[in-house]
């Protein structure tokens, strides 16, 4: 079965994965996360990404952002891609690639989803017991949501400026929120679908998208079709 095209469109904001080959960490210490991170946010400002979350994990990272032009996503990743492999054989005398395939992405609708996908992204080294608190650990944006510190890298989406009308109100409001337990399914359903690149939205959202792509943006019914009943209009 032929492989999906990758949905990427202007203005849409994506969930982005990239995994280790193999689950091998692809960060080893401090430095390879500073060099990821510095490498991250000049490509974005590059090619017009903005970057609304992020998580750093020991073996791969997810991204939360919105491309200025369709083809902005792309660049920014594979350009990311290759200058980090470089940067990394280089650096422990290794060579071949570092990364699992290529990168996973979906488009999801912000009004439904955006604010739980941010906290599945930020919340992840607790859920992965790396750390007690999420809140600890350096390589994620929830420090910057929390009011913690300024992350120039970030571009808070409208979305998050809708939790209140100051900066502490919504930072306040973020933290009640994250402090609550993430709905099981909707985590399921974000996993799932960035894998296979379905998007993470409701009927009328997916319908709103059909307008800018010819790409598939619904699976297939599993099996095959039923057969009309003996007599049925054809």
Same mark, same amino acid.
């Given at each position: 079965?032929?492989?999906?095209?990758?949905?990427?469109?202007?203005?849409?904001?994506?969930?982005?994965?990239?995994?280790?080959?193999?689950? #091998?960490?692809?960060?080893?210490? =401090?430095?390879?996360?500073?060099?990821?991170? !510095?490498?991250?946010?000049? /490509?974005? &400002? %590059?090619?017009?990404?903005?970057?609304?979350?992020?998580?750093?994990?020991?073996?791969h990272f997810?991204?939360?952002?919105?491309?200025?032009?369709?083809?902005?996503?792309?660049?920014?990743?594979?350009?990311?891609?290759?200058?980090?492999?470089?940067?990394?054989?280089?650096?422990?005398?290794?060579?071949?690639?570092?990364?699992?395939?290529?990168?996973?992405?979906?488009?999801?609708?912000?009004?439904?989803?955006?604010?739980?996908?941010?906290?599945?992204?930020?919340?992840?080294?607790? #859920?992965?017991?790396?750390?007690? =608190?999420?809140?600890?650990?350096?390589?994620? !944006?929830?420090?910057h949501h /929390?009011? &913690? %510190?300024?992350?120039?890298?970030?571009?808070?989406?409208?979305?998050?400026?809708?939790?209140g009308n100051?900066?502490?109100?919504?930072?306040?409001?973020?933290?009640?929120?994250?402090?609550?337990?993430?709905?099981?399914?909707?985590?399921?359903?974000?996993?799932?679908?960035?894998?296979?690149?379905?998007?993470?939205?409701?009927?009328?959202?997916?319908?709103?998208?059909?307008?800018?792509?010819?790409?598939?943006?619904?699976?297939?019914?599993?099996?095959?079709?039923?057969?009309?009943?003996?007599?049925?209009?054809?």
């Open positions: 079965m032929a492989r999906l095209a990758r949905l990427a469109l202007a203005g849409c904001v994506h969930h982005v994965l990239q995994r280790g080959l193999d689950r #091998r960490a692809i960060f080893r210490d =401090e430095t390879d996360f500073r060099r990821m991170l !510095s490498d991250l946010g000049e /490509l974005c &400002r %590059q090619h017009a990404l903005a970057l609304h979350a992020y998580v750093l994990m020991p073996d997810h991204l939360l952002v919105t491309p200025e032009d369709a083809a902005g996503l792309s660049r920014t990743m594979q350009t990311l891609g290759r200058r980090y492999v470089r940067w990394f054989n280089d650096r422990y005398a290794r060579s071949g690639t570092l990364w699992e395939g290529r990168f996973r992405s979906t488009i999801l609708e912000p009004a439904v989803y955006l604010l739980d996908c941010m906290r599945y992204i930020e919340l992840h080294p607790a #859920r992965s017991a790396l750390v007690e =608190e999420a809140s600890s650990y350096p390589w994620s !944006s929830l420090a /929390l009011g &913690r %510190q300024s992350d120039p890298m970030i571009t808070d989406h409208a979305q998050f400026w809708a939790l100051t900066p502490f109100e919504r930072q306040a409001a973020y933290a009640r929120m994250c402090a609550m337990p993430c709905d099981a399914a909707v985590l399921e359903r974000i996993r799932k679908d960035t894998h296979r690149g379905w998007p993470l939205a409701s009927d009328a959202f997916i319908e709103t998208l059909r307008r800018s792509t010819e790409r598939r943006l619904v699976r297939r019914p599993v099996g095959r079709p039923r057969r009309a009943p003996p007599g049925a209009a054809s």
